[in-house]
């Protein structure tokens, strides 16, 4: 009854609000008794404040004060959806915008509370469960929120347990949901492979973001996730032809803007790549990629104080998002703030305990600040981990050079090297001549010639190394002339791998390296 009394009022403000005229759309609404009414009414003038919020950032500053901005209208609005709230008046799309208040004038508890209420009054509303998973902020929270027992707290499950970057129980769950009947949901599809993104799994994502494409080739969501992707793969012409294909789509929406500065990025244009990020940023000032994406940029550019200000407003954004916790780390590394860079190392460590970049980096870190067994616990994590850049032994190996530990030394470029020839591709690392280096004259030191010699070898072929590596070959050859016995009493064997060594197998003096005292 309340509806069909207010339906010429609310289609006349409805009109108005699509327009984007909020405020008119608010006049017209006043005094309406309906709960659809009451909705609109208040959801125009909260809109009202974000629009006039927004234009005054546009007006008045660069896109990295937006913060220093706030919305006028949220304190009124509270004052009043609390009343309601109290007197149990509000329906879920109320509850709903209530909690989008709370949230914004950061009351994080209270809005958790409203936003687990509307999701039971109207469990199949998206808006307010997405705005629970980003106040989420670990699993021991998820524990303690009584959700609705329906069919989508299984798709919310799955969400925050991809952001919590808890993937294998985020990919059950998807699996679940296709077992169910969702075969087909090319929503799903995308998340399996931002998840596959999340792990570094990147042949896996692109194979299933590929196949998403042509299931649905004109969807923007999650493309910006795609052209990562191909940026870390520096896959150009795919990058190319994605950003021209959304851009031909709709080339206003933050997902293209984004993939048009990876594609710029990917070119060194790093100017016109900010450029377009910042355009994203004015589409939605909430776009969580853009704000880390464009701190990266600034980065390249050398802008630290930009940088730093973009991988904030990302945090702000998402407390999760490991990377612009990653890239504060580097910008104060940038700027000899080893204190600093600790604390924001460890946090992304935090989000990403398996990561071997973030051990690395933390590992740099205690090493500038001479916590020497500290950096030792977080190099051998790293490897331990699963290194993905093939440094941590290399930096493992030089810390017990400095602490004159020889032969743990020579453990790590043992298995340094065994390491990036098991990968099938010989890798071309710097760090390999010097690995040989260091070997071969540690085992001249042990007066093992053969093995000596067999890494001396191994250093001619490096042109940084191949003058120490002749030397000490001619050295061996004299010392061998003069008589001197390789020393026998090292029975321990070890092997090298069988693509350097013919037919000799040297053997070392290094005894099995006793991990207990670096292991964390």
Not at 149 to 157: G, N, S
Not at 220 to 238: A, C, G, H, Q
Not at 281 to 306: Q, V
Not at 434 to 456: G, M
Request: net charge neutral.
């Amino acid at each position: 009854q309340e509806d069909a009394r207010d339906l010429d009022a609310y289609t006349l403000a409805k009109s108005y609000f699509d327009l984007k005229e909020y405020d008119r759309a608010a006049y017209f609404l006043r005094g309406c008794k309906s709960q659809k009414a009451y909705f609109l009414y208040m959801y125009s003038r909260y809109l009202s404040g974000e629009k006039k919020k927004d234009d005054e950032t546009v007006d008045s500053l660069g896109p990295l004060e937006k913060g220093q901005v706030k919305n006028e209208a949220l304190r009124e609005l509270r004052v009043e959806l609390s009343k309601k709230h109290k007197a149990r008046e509000l329906d879920g799309f109320g509850l709903y915008l209530y909690g989008v208040v709370l949230r914004k004038l950061d009351l994080v508890k209270e809005a958790i509370d409203v936003f687990v209420e509307a999701a039971h009054v109207l469990p199949l509303h998206w808006g307010a469960w997405l705005e629970l998973c980003n106040l989420i902020t670990d699993k021991e929270m998820l524990k303690f929120l009584s959700l609705p027992d329906t069919w989508m707290k299984e798709f919310f499950l799955a969400h925050i347990y991809t952001e919590l970057q808890l993937i294998e129980e985020a990919l059950q769950k998807y699996q679940s949901l296709i077992d169910a009947g969702f075969s087909k949901s090319t929503y799903i599809i995308s998340q399996i492979a931002v998840a596959y993104h999340n792990i570094r799994d990147i042949d896996k994502a692109l194979s299933i973001f590929n196949e998403l494409r042509k299931q649905d080739p004109y969807r923007i969501e999650n493309m910006d996730t795609f052209s990562n992707l191909l940026y870390v793969r520096s896959m150009k012409p795919e990058l190319s032809y994605l950003a021209h294909n959304l851009c031909e789509i709709d080339k206003y929406r933050v997902e293209t803007c984004c993939v048009i500065g990876n594609y710029y990025s990917l070119r060194s244009q790093h100017e016109k790549a900010a450029l377009y990020f910042q355009r994203a940023l004015k589409l939605n000032p909430r776009y969580l990629g853009a704000w880390t994406l464009m701190g990266h940029e600034y980065m390249e550019m050398k802008n630290t104080s930009a940088a730093i200000q973009a991988y904030r407003h990302a945090i702000e954004v998402n407390k999760r998002d490991y990377r612009a916790w990653y890239g504060l780390g580097q910008t104060y590394e940038i700027l000899k703030m080893p204190f600093y860079c600790l604390y924001y190392y460890r946090r992304a460590h935090q989000l990403r305990p398996n990561d071997s970049r973030m051990l690395v980096a933390l590992g740099e870190c205690y090493e500038k600040l001479n916590q020497l067994v500290e950096a030792k616990k977080c190099y051998w994590r790293a490897y331990a981990v699963g290194d993905v850049e093939k440094m941590a032994l290399v930096k493992l190996a030089k810390l017990h050079e400095q602490l004159n530990e020889s032969e743990q030394a020579a453990q790590c470029y043992i298995k340094y090297i065994q390491d990036i020839y098991s990968c099938g591709e010989i890798v071309e690392h710097l760090e390999v001549s010097t690995a040989f280096r260091y070997l071969a004259q540690y085992y001249f030191k042990c007066k093992l010639w053969d093995e000596a010699s067999a890494c001396a070898q191994k250093c001619c072929a490096f042109n940084d190394t191949r003058e120490e590596g002749k030397a000490l070959l001619r050295q061996i050859l004299q010392l061998r002339n003069q008589g001197e016995t390789s020393s026998t009493d090292i029975a321990a064997p070890f092997f090298l791998p069988a693509s350097l060594s013919a037919s000799n197998t040297p053997t070392r003096r290094v005894s099995p390296l006793n991990l207990s005292s670096v292991t964390p």
